[in-house]
């Protein structure tokens, strides 16, 4: 009896492994993300009168970000996996440096962007701790973008020379772009359905700002190029199934 009682336990517990993080298997994640941008920018330069000029040492700066994410991960192999990343956009932060520091927050905007990466997971399906690198790409859009009054009444082009001249309602846009990243992440297996997890990726991301002003002798564009270049870290609960 005490033998076959042993022998189930063990059956147990090799069909509660069998399936764990191995080939033909999906697993979902949930948890908390935060994006830590590695930024720099470009100085504005201003289209205006038939002529363009930079607004020397200008530039815009972004604070870091939290939101709520979403990945599901399948594995074609007992190593090898590709997961998608989906989350709640979070709202970005810009503000100003150089000449433009004394306006302080320029605007915030809304960034989506799903992700789709390539994995390899170290040691064994039924391992308690798998750490895995990968690498993949986002594609990013930006949406909700506002603009504080400064900015949206075209203050920022006000000159010695000019005046008020070149102000008037102004509305903005980000291009969007595909974004490649790198990444590497650590799995804790309580048992062949739950686990938490962490990772840590770096995205080479960045966008043309486009100011447009209606002022009063016409149309006036400002540009400029914003390198974004965020670390983001990634803690998560998931379930195998």
Same mark, same amino acid.
């Given at each position: ?26 697993e979902v994640r949930a948890g ?6 590695? &930024? @720099? @920018? ?15 040492? @200008?530039?815009?700066?972004?604070? &870091?970000?939290?939101?709520?994410? !979403?990945? =599901? ?7 090898? =996996? ?15 440096? /150089? ?7 320029? /605007? $915030?905007?809304?960034?989506? @962007? ?28 930006? %949406? ?8 949206? $009444? ?11 001249? !070149?102000? %008037?309602?102004?509305?903005?846009s980000l291009s969007s772009s ?19 997890g962490a990772s840590i990726s ?6 043309? =700002? ?7 002798? %016409?149309?006036?564009? $400002? ?9 983001? $870290?990634?803690?998560?609960? %998931?379930?195998?199934?």
């Amino acid at each position: 009896m005490k033998q076959a009682s042993v022998a189930l336990v063990l059956s147990i517990a090799t069909i509660a492994t069998a399936h764990a993080q191995s080939a033909g298997s999906w697993e979902v994640r949930a948890g908390w993300l935060h994006l830590s941008p590695q &930024d @720099s @920018s470009q100085p504005l330069t201003v289209n205006a009168l038939g002529q363009s000029s930079t607004i020397a040492g @200008s530039g815009a700066t972004i604070g &870091d970000a939290d939101t709520f994410a !979403l990945t =599901a991960r399948y594995y074609f192999t007992d190593h090898v =996996a590709v997961e998608t990343v989906l989350g709640a956009p979070p709202q970005l932060h810009f503000y100003g440096t /150089g000449p433009l520091a004394p306006v302080g927050e320029l /605007g $915030t905007t809304r960034a989506y @962007s799903p992700a789709i990466q390539a994995e390899y997971h170290f040691g064994e399906p039924g391992a308690r701790l798998r750490p895995y690198i990968g690498a993949g790409v986002s594609y990013v859009r930006f %949406g909700n973008t506002k603009l504080s009054e400064p900015v949206a $009444t075209g203050q920022l082009l006000y000159s010695p020379t000019l005046g008020t001249l !070149l102000e %008037g309602p102004t509305s903005t846009s980000l291009s969007s772009s595909f974004a490649p990243l790198v990444n590497a992440g650590l799995t804790y297996n309580f048992d062949s359905h739950w686990s938490i997890g962490a990772s840590i990726s770096y995205m080479w991301l960045s966008t043309k =700002a486009t100011l447009t002003t209606r002022a009063a002798p %016409g149309i006036v564009t $400002t540009t400029s190029k914003v390198k974004i270049d965020p670390i983001v $870290t990634f803690l998560s609960i %998931g379930y195998q199934f």
